[in-house]
């Protein structure tokens, strides 16, 4: 399972504009957040029977409305 987890988002200028380590917590834009190009940043250590790994993904995703 998920030991702990790290989602930050920037927008294309590199200001952070969410930030969190708990699992069930998630982005939600609201009316203010301008239609554009997010940059994420997803750290997770994953626990399973034979060993502790962290996996970490960058990407994209667009706000469209």
Do not use: H
């Amino acid at each position: 399972g998920i030991d702990t987890l790290i989602l930050t988002i920037y927008n294309r200028w590199g200001k952070k504009v969410f930030g969190s380590g708990i699992v069930s917590e998630v982005w939600k834009p609201n009316e203010q957040a301008p239609i554009d190009s997010y940059i994420y940043n997803l750290e997770m250590r994953v626990q399973n029977c034979t060993n502790d790994e962290l996996v970490i993904r960058k990407g994209s995703v667009s706000l469209i409305r």
